[in-house]
């Protein structure tokens, strides 16, 4: 299968790139680049040299439609719905890791992204690719709304306990933290060396983008319409989100009995990974890796559950749920190109 990728110089972009180089059926025909069309990827990417011999490409929706089967827009937002109605009218699929397509209420989409909204009717077809939960779904999608790399970490997190009514969902608390690469390759002050490397910093506090994402699904999954809290932090490390969720339980259980949820509820998953007790996961475990690794203690003295989960934003969190749910759309095994191990150390 013949797939294009736009945003060619960007994190998520080379990520894909990284990741569909091991794919047995796919094949990367276009790198797009709206910035550096013409240059070599191994001149703003010497890491690929010798490997990868593409040149990035502009936009030409007549010739790429006609030869392309996917494409995936690892763009930020306000880009993909410009272009993915017409790829999706003529045929070609779309995979979208930005926030284009993810809220189906137009007026959040203005609120949180500060921008206007995509076209009502591609909203409503796409598919929100939180590839654990929307299966039989994103089967037949044509268009892809790719989750949010918190909302993925998070949602994989809250999901089971809450459908299972484990949770009281008006009192959950979701604490972010997330390395640079989150940002995208873009230079800004928050991510210049000496305000990032020894610190940690609070950002987007009340007014973060992907909120209305995380309620959205609860909504979607649970009929119950909540409020999350929802703080974000940035740490001195290159890749990793770590959210570190808290909620008051509706009954008495122990760590092994909520843990005993997850492992019914995902046993068939192969990307979500259930610790055991005492064994809380690290982002540097999943590095890398399209896995989500989920722990779990239960407080006995406050009645509260606390769990943390983490992802590689730019795996799991991006373009490696990106290829799940192509494989998906594919009738492949959805493991297809993605059961490396993380790096480590
Ligand atoms: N980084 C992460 O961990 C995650 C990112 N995402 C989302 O994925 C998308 C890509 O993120 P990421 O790769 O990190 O971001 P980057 O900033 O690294 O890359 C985005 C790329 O998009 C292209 N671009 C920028 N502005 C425009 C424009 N005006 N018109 C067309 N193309 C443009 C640029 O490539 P070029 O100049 O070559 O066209 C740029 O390099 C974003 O929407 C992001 O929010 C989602 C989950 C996690
Ligand atoms: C460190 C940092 O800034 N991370 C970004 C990650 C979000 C993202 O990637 O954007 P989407 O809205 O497309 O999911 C943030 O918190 O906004």
Redesign the pocket.
Known sequence: MKVAI????????I?LIRLLQMHPHVEVSAV?????SDSALADIYPHVTGVLNYT?ESMDIAKLKESIDLVF???????SMKYAPEFIENGVKCID???DFRLKNLDEYEQWYKGLPAPKAFVESAVYGLSEFYENQIKSASLIA????YPTATLLALLPILKRGIIDPNTIVIDGK?GA??????LSLSTHYTELNDNVRAYKIGEHQHTPEMEQTIYAETNQLTKVTFSTHLLPMTRGIMCTIYAALEEPLSTADVLQQYRGFYQNKPFVRVRSEGNLPTTKEVYGSNFCDIGVHVDDRTGRVTIVSVID??VK??SGQAIQNMNIMNGWNQTTGLMQLPVYP
Not at 6 to 13: A, F, H, K, R, W
Not at 73 to 79: C, E, L, N, R, V
């Open positions: 736009v945003g060619g110089t960007g994190y998520g972009s990520e797009v680049s709206h910035s550096q990035l827009f690892a763009t930020p937002s306000g880009i890791l930005s926030g790719n989750p949010g790399c997330t690469s989150g940002a995208g390759r873009g934003n730019l969190g991006a």
